[in-house]
């Protein structure tokens, strides 16, 4: 299977794994700023149901998204078990809610795996490649799902 | 410094020599001008002529130079200038902001009016138009000294007089090793000697061993060394300072005994240098300046040479004064310039920053006070007065930062000085504009977005308020109509008022457009006011031709929705003849805000206080269905719709409005009012703006965010789209009013 393109085969990359709709995804961990606990949020009007509404990050406003809900799989019952990972794409920043955060995960270039071209909707767009691991894999999450779809044309 | 951080101060002290310039020529034109106010406007063209010329742009040196020669000519009193001379002086002024902001821009573009404005200039200096482009006047005056023999002169202290013979006969030597970029960095030789004349007695010997021959000879460049030797009692720290731009260029050192014979040592040079003994400055001040030119050269005044330079942005005050003095002195001028005010350049970015942070710490502080009072502390407890204490200083903290940003709208209402020549110009009309309040002082950023709709109400009010002179004599009007521009604090606001003396509105004739262009039935019946916002709909000009001014097909639409983006509101007023006036009130910061807390659907919203007319909690029979969903509220005998903010918003869904809500009358520029149905109102507070475009987008509804106590965002509610969402409701309750008859109204 061939790799994507934008990692060369001698990179070492960093990824954090997370389980969102009880599957297992990853984002490059110079995209994440922080690790957070949920709290509740102020929805938005006439926002997308992903958009839970906007949190308040030491000052800055800042979405949070529905991680499973973006992805297809279902509504999260958002509890203070769940974890907010705010990362940075382009210029935005974007507060996640997620399932939980589990590891970092080192691998180099070659061990990455394109994603397969099957299904419809986000997937093929969202899943920038996939990541052996031993319970089995993890999809590389691609910036541009991570935003609201109001920022999307944006990113 | 770089090169480009150069350009970018002397980009910056333009603005300021432009403005006092502008405000110096105003005074001229209202004959309240004195000496040290043309000699203002002097100095702030020939600085930015000096500075221009360190930078290349011969444009604006050129033009500067023109206008510099004909202000010093009304600065001598050769020239007592008349009606038409002061309107070129003020027209210069104009083309030398152009001027500027093209060399800003890179451009080498000249200006389609300069022609004319030169010659003009030519006319009133009396002097041939002459090509000076190419040669900084500065620089062909030394290299005049370099051909034809520099010679070393002393110049005396100055006021010598009164000072004591210098008892010390020790002093220092300094060689100055002019590099070739000397001029090009904006320094003047002679700038420096008379500097060093205030200090004590100066002798200087050029050095010209380095002057190329013929073609490879480039007049920008500095080929000249100096040798000096400076007696008298004075420190080494203040030759230093006289150096202080140039402190790579000069070796100082002290005389370690008096040293009679001067330089001896240079001797392998031509000895082209007599020392000229006792040559009294206040008699021959020129000398140090301009020694002896053979050719008469552009006539370039004296006092100029000496006069300040700009230093390309590096001026300093120690410059400015010595310069100055001995420039006046010849005069018989008496004091030097006012010192100017000192201010501090800051980056904008880092005093939002500290805004932010403030704005943070308040938040903080109110995070603090609703978990103590939650602890159940009691509220005269020590910990409670200290939080006071805390609040207290917090807030003050927050004031003075706001006032960082604070900027007298002084440099606007100046801008519309020029708007105002330039239209009435065009149009042929005799217009004077009046500032008040110029030293009103409201936020940065309201300033700059100000700029826009300001000019194209000014430009309307010459256009279409004043009228022109014959009309204006035949109805009785003095010929000369007046536009008063104003701006002054009211509770909180800032009120900026635009009023002309003119014809007042042609309501008639307004509704007739409106009507023919289909912005209201033709068989509307609208009141005055009605008719006079009529001017502030969409696709409403009045212009019967297209001008080059007013009526672009943008119009008052565009002012109200600039005005209204700030938060603002623009209101009209008119009487027929006696004319039209133009409110606008603003708050005095973007930042912050008042509002109120109020609650809608589980949801914390914050609505600006200042669309918030009163709160109201109806009676069930005050509350009236209107078709199938709809409400109206019955308020002192007139029925106002009533809005279910949750609903609108999208947070609930067909929930009945009914008389538990509180009703929230919030008033609509267009017409009528609206009342929103809310569950609960908490508090009223200042509010910190936080913008919800950086991270996610423009929201219909919303304005903005703000942050309350316990950390948790509430969204701040755009009261003027409320009323769009809700369907122009208020529009269709006026025309009920009127009609009394019930139709069925979009109400959910």
Redesign the interface.
Known sequence: MARPQQWADADVLEFVTLKAGGQSYCIEITQIREIRRWSPVTALPQAESAVLGVMNLRGAVIPIVDLSDRLGLGKCDASPRHVIMVVAVGDKTVGLLVDSVSEILTVSGEQICDAPAMGRGDVPNSILGLISIEEGMSRILAPSVLLPSVLREVA | MSRDDLKATFFAECEDLLEQLSEGSQEMIAGNADDETVNAIFRAVHSIKGAAGAFGLENLVTFAHCFETVLDRVRSGDLVPDTDALHTILRSGDMLADLVELAQADSKEIPEAMPAILDKLNELSGTEPHDTADDDVSIDMDMDAGFFGFQPIILDPIGEDEAPEPTDESGFRIRLAASSDLFRNGHDPVLLFSELAALGRVETRCDMSGLPAGDEFDPERCYLNWDITLRGPMTEAAVRDVFMFLEDLCEIEPIEEPDTTGFASAEDQEPVATVLEDLPFEDSAPVAARPAPRTAPPPEPAPAAIDLALGAGTRSAALDSAAAEPADRPKGAKAPPPVPQTTLRVDPERVDRLI??V??LI?NQAVIAQKLLEMGLATNSDIMSDLDDYQYLARELQEGVMAIRAQPVKPLFQRMQRIVREAADVLGKEVALVAEGEGTEIDKTLVERLAEPLTHMIRNAVDHGIETPEKRIAAGKPALGTIRLSAAHRSGDVLIEIADDGAGLNRKRILEIAVSKGLVPGDAKLTEPEIDNLLFMAGFSTAEKVTNLSGRGVGMDVVKTAITSLGGKVTISSRPGEGTLFSISLPLTLAVMDGMVIHAAG??LVAPLSSVLETIRPRPQDVVPYGREGRLLSIRGTYVPIVHLGNL???TCGDEISSDNILILIRSERSGHVALAVDEISDQRQVVV???E????A????SA?T?LGD?????IIDTDAILTLAGDLGRDMALIEETQHGKTAAMG
């Open positions: 932010n942070t704005g943070e938040i949801q914390t918003l999208g947070f936080k913008s919800l950086g991270n996610y987008g929201i219909e509804g919303i965010a942050i950390g948790r965002i509430a969204l």
